[in-house]
């Protein structure tokens, strides 16, 4: 086994909702969208493995910890920077599969980038969704600059956003970004989404200190540790940082402990770097099947809603890889759109 973090030990339920300030229907909502991810997740990992979708990241694990933070955002108002890995962060925000596959499949028709970009470069104006940079730990940066932004403007009541994995943290772009936040004191949420892994390199021989909530304390913010694939608490601790931001009280260290359950990318082995029991350890503690569990345990839904919500998902996204698939790639004459000094785009983007 690697010298990455040991799973903890599986729990059965998840925290209650009703003290995280959840509604029934949100969770229900939650668990549905989770779902939903998992199964677009799913299909993009066929797709790839056909040969049709070149390059996927997978989101598969981390769906309690995206689904919970997009839960305390205001989609539309708060901006959100993501990374490559936060699919399902985009989703819960109002991307929709067909949108996701559009994106996958570099169709012409796709929001993020009219199928320009590699896929993970989630972006949309109405979602205020910013796509990031390829280049790991600089799009936090971005988020910050947003930040600064609403102190020049003197807009109040809105916040920033900014996910990325714990190896981003090891990146100077990433110190520069959380110490200016913290020396202007910036409505600006940082969320490390710790999966244990940058790639292929564990956690102990990326991060000097076992949790990295712990730096907070160097850039003046506080640092909070949660369980990652706990829906609700991501989204008190989520909700609770957003509030601060938004309220003026500054920026937050959100460490989210969490498990990629598939190798890092299509491009990746994860059998040469991590065992078979430490990767079972996790599924043991997947976030969906945990909420599902909870969610039949508080009598939210019974076993045949769950099955009726799981077919009309299947449902939802074999009509929207279907209509992806036979959605017309860029046209050739609009290469150059959206270049510098290429000239006016043509009319249909």
């Known amino acids: ?23 029934d229907a949100q969770v229900l ?87 320009r970009q590699m896929f993970g470069h989630f972006n949309s104006r109405a979602l205020r969704i910013v796509s990031g940079s390829s280049s790991v730990g600089s799009h936090p940066l971005h988020a910050v600059g947003l930040a600064w932004a609403f102190r020049i403007t ?45 790639i292929s390199v564990p956690q102990a021989r990326e991060v000097p200190v076992p949790d990295v909530a712990a730096k907070a304390a160097g850039y003046g913010m506080p640092g909070v540790i949660v369980d990652g694939n706990d829906l609700f608490a991501v989204y008190a601790a989520a909700r609770q940082a957003m509030e601060r931001a938004r309220a003026g009280g500054g920026p937050t260290l959100l460490e989210c402990k969490t498990y990629r359950l598939r190798p890092h990318s299509n491009a990746d082995d994860d059998r040469k770097y991590r065992g078979e029991d430490e990767v079972s350890a996790w599924r043991a503690r997947d976030p969906i099947t945990r909420l599902e569990r909870y969610a039949l345990a508080a009598e ?24 992806a698939e036979r959605a017309p790639a860029p046209a050739v004459e609009t290469l150059f759109d959206h270049l510098y000094g290429a000239g006016e785009p043509s009319s249909d983007q």
Not at 158 to 174: H, I, P, Y
Request: hydrophobic share 50%; proline share 3%.
């Open 154 to 198: 003197k807009e109040r009541g809105l916040a920033a956003m900014t996910l990325f994995g714990e190896g981003a943290t090891a990146e100077g772009a990433w110190h520069e970004a959380i110490s200016f936040a913290g020396i202007h004191q910036l409505p600006v949420v940082f969320v490390c989404e710790n999966n244990q892994y940058a």
């Open 300 to 323: 939210l839904i019974d076993q045949t809603g769950v099955a009726e919500l799981r077919q009309a998902v299947a449902a939802e996204v074999e009509q929207a890889i279907d209509q």
């Open 1 to 23: 086994m690697s010298d990455a973090a040991a799973a903890p030990a599986p729990h059965d339920l998840c925290g209650d909702h009703a003290a995280a300030g959840l509604a």
């Open 29 to 115: 909502a939650a668990l549905r969208g989770m779902i939903q991810a998992r199964a677009v997740d799913d299909r993009l990992w066929l797709l790839s493995r056909q040969g049709k979708a070149h390059f996927v990241i997978t989101s598969a694990g981390h769906e309690a910890t995206q689904f919970g933070c997009a839960l305390a955002v205001h989609a539309g108002r708060d901006y959100v920077v993501p990374y490559y890995r936060d699919m399902a962060l985009a989703m819960a925000l109002g991307q929709t599969p067909l949108e996701i596959f559009l994106h996958a499949l570099g169709r012409a028709a796709d929001p993020s980038s009219g199928g």
